[in-house]
């Protein structure tokens, strides 16, 4: 017992760490940029904003809804893969590798050019039909066939579907001209001039997607024991399975929505995460949760040094992060194979 | 007419069988005509004849332009990198021993670019820009090298190095839109064309490089198919069949990833060819490795020049990457081949 309330106790120190960690991510992304700004202006701009003051504009209009969107959807993605990887008990799994984010924007652009669909909320449930589309395929060539859900046939299929809408969305750019610059910049994933008016539409279904989430860790365990035992429990498996799968869809089509392309962050983390937390999806959860912020926000800090006065776009950062990570868990991982 | 044609002296024997010799006749004369279509085809039609007459110098009208300097180079190119890539592609499935693998597939083509991309971002002032094919395919070999050798773990496993590829071929291309925005010589929609490839603006230097290597190469891999045949029994019977089994693998690697990569060099990371032209080749003729390699090369020609003549006229005046179209059909022949291997992984 006594151990039992000592990893409790870890955990929960854990937690205050990543908190904390979180608190600090999102500081540097407030502090941090071509102009700096010191820690006491910061706190000025928040407590008595001085119109004249470019210093207080700059993180009113740019970095602080940039480290909102970062924090967020550096949330949203890594639950996500969180829960795809528990879902296909599988440790490749993540909305990148499974064609989401192709699948998503596919349909998002296919929405601009031909039905002229301005509206965010419109363009939102586009990118979740895109990225609902993109994973059931994906998640049905991945399981049939004698040996199930395999990593190599789920990552297969995920690289070919991606190559398939991103050749599709790559063909009506190159025939409608107009935007093409623009679009290119969402394609490779930025978080960069995008205003809050982009998240609030989609912040209502995101966050019922993160607590529902939570509020599953429990059936989560139970799952993770295997489907069998699940049953045998008295789970419904094919419901929670599903609601898994409709939260999946939710937080990384609307993170697709707002962001872009963004890669690998729902790949990475949620080894992170595990690592920490061990087998609990109570704390899995909302540890990936704060790691992905923080991710996202030191990633987009880093983007803005490393090639200045440009600015290399958040898309890249994280895949040329996580894309040897990627190949780090197949070497270790799918050694079995 | 016989089922097999034979030859047989001293030091050399072979037999085919008559079918194979048929198609691969059929289809080298379907390759020469694409050589006259390819020219005349376009938004001003052009008669094949005149096509004819211009390209063995007794020029007539005022086309001898529009054949020379544009249709007539792009009409090669195509053919000839597509070629290239049905040749790496087939190389690769026979090494590996998986139907699935193709150098796009497992990032060599995305070392190349990122070589490529690299070259004209930071040497293309100072270097002359015959250099960028060397840059290329040292491009695509350092990748493959690498590729290899994280892959190993007492041996190689298909698998892991398909999936392995995967995970590069992601970095490869984040390192290269990384390096499209440093640059501000190319812009942005350029170096996007560059991602997917296109024939579009292939000149003569491009045909004359690939000309080269493709004669070179393509023979090289025909004469080490005998190898490719034993290897597909099995490592330890092709060393008892006699075959230097690494020796010969590094021999057919080294062509696969000089053909990638100068296929990049000429006209930027077309997907998708290298990995559907095998396949198709299988249908067509046995299933020796010599027949293929001929086989798979002109099939990989006739591709890409449907595809560019497909992407140049269908949506005239704009000209779609021909990229585009090999992904937009190859991608779904991918998901097909892994519906039919799905017991395989």
């Known amino acids: 017992m006594t151990q039992l309330s000592s990893i409790k106790n870890r955990q929960f120190l854990m937690l205050i760490v990543f908190i904390v960690l979180f608190s600090v991510a999102f500081l540097a992304s407030i502090v941090f940029g071509q102009t700096p700004i010191t820690f006491q202006e910061a706190l000025s701009s928040f407590v008595n904003y001085d119109e004249s003051s470019t210093e207080h504009i700059i993180i009113q209009a740019d970095r602080l809804p940039r480290a909102i969107i970062g924090s967020i959807i550096g949330a949203s ?20 590798v499974f064609g989401i984010n192709h699948g998503a924007i596919f349909f998002v652009v296919i929405g601009v050019l031909f039905f002229s669909v301005t509206s965010l909320i419109q363009l939102t449930a586009l990118a979740f039909v895109g990225a609902a589309i ?61 205003t809050l008016d982009m998240l609030i539409p989609v912040l209502p279904f995101i966050g019922t997607a993160i607590v529902s989430a939570m509020l599953m860790g429990k059936s989560i365990n139970l799952l993770a024991t295997g489907d069998d035992i699940a049953k045998g429990m008295g789970q419904n498996v094919a419901i929670v399975k599903g609601l898994m799968g409709v939260i999946v869809v939710i937080l990384a089509g609307s993170s697709v929505a707002v962001v872009g392309a963004v ?53 890249v950062m994280t895949a040329l992060v996580g894309g040897p990570f990627f190949v780090y868990i197949a070497r270790k991982g799918v050694s079995k194979l | 007419m016989k089922r097999h044609l034979g030859f047989r002296n001293r030091s050399f024997s072979f037999q085919v ?77 026979g090494i590996v021993r998986n139907p699935l693998a193709a150098p796009d597939v497992i990032g060599v083509t995305g070392g190349a670019s990122v070589a490529a991309v690299a070259f004209l971002t930071f040497l293309a002032g100072s270097v002359s820009m015959e250099w960028m094919p060397v840059a290329a395919i040292a491009g695509a070999l350092i990748i493959s090298v690498f590729i290899y050798m994280l892959s190993w773990s007492n041996g190689i496993t298909p ?157 005239y005046p704009v000209d779609i990457p021909a990229g585009v179209f090999t992904a937009g059909v190859g991608a779904p022949f991918f998901l097909y081949l892994l519906l039919k291997n799905r017991n395989q992984f």
């Open chain 1, 134 to 194: 993109a994973a059931l395929i994906v998640y049905v060539l991945g399981a049939i066939g004698r040996n199930g859900l395999t990593p190599v046939k789920i990552v297969l299929a995920g690289a070919a579907i991606s190559a398939l809408f991103q050749s599709y969305t790559q063909a009506l750019l190159v025939l409608n001209e107009t935007g093409l610059q623009d679009v290119l910049f969402w394609l490779a994933g930025s978080i960069s001039g995008r």
């Open chain 2, 17 to 93: 069988k008559s079918k194979t010799v048929l198609m691969i006749g059929l289809l080298a004369l379907l390759v020469v005509l694409a050589c006259i279509a390819g020219p005349s085809l376009g938004n001003k039609l052009l008669s094949p004849w005149e096509v004819v007459k211009t390209i063995i110098g007794h020029s007539t009208g005022g086309n001898e332009f529009i054949i020379m300097t544009s249709r007539l180079p792009r009409t090669l190119a195509s053919l000839l990198v597509g070629a290239a890539l049905g040749v790496a592609g087939l190389i690769l499935q």
């Open chain 1, 263 to 315: 890669g690998f962050i729902g790949l990475v983390i949620p080894h992170v995460a595990r690592f920490f937390a061990g087998n609990d999806y109570r704390w899995i959860i909302p540890f990936s949760g704060l790691l992905g912020a923080v991710l996202l926000l030191i990633s987009d800090v880093l983007a803005r040094f490393l090639i200045m006065p440009q600015e290399v776009p958040i898309g």
């Open chain 2, 159 to 315: 698998m892991r190095l398909i999936l392995i590829g995967i995970g590069m071929a992601a970095v490869m291309s984040a390192l290269t839109t990384f390096m499209i925005v440093l640059s501000s010589s190319v812009t942005a929609s350029q170096a996007y064309l560059w991602l997917t490839g296109s024939v579009y603006g292939a000149s003569w230097e491009d045909v004359m490089m690939m000309a080269l290597l493709v004669f070179l190469l393509i023979p090289l891999a025909f004469i080490f198919s005998r190898s490719l045949n034993a290897q597909q029994l099995g490592d330890e019977v092709a060393v008892g069949m006699g075959v230097q089994v690494q020796r010969d693998r590094f021999i057919l690697l080294a062509i696969c990833v000089i053909l990638t990569g100068s296929a990049v060099a000429a006209v930027g990371a077309i997907g998708f060819v290298g990995l559907i032209a095998p396949h198709i080749a299988r249908t067509l003729v046995s299933q020796t490795y010599g027949s293929l390699v001929i086989a798979s090369s002109l099939t990989g020609a006739l591709l890409l020049f449907t595809a560019d003549l497909t992407a140049r006229t269908i949506f």
């Open chain 1, 77 to 96: 993605l890594a639950v996500a893969g969180t829960l795809m990887q528990a879902l296909t008990k599988n440790p490749l799994a993540s909305p990148s």
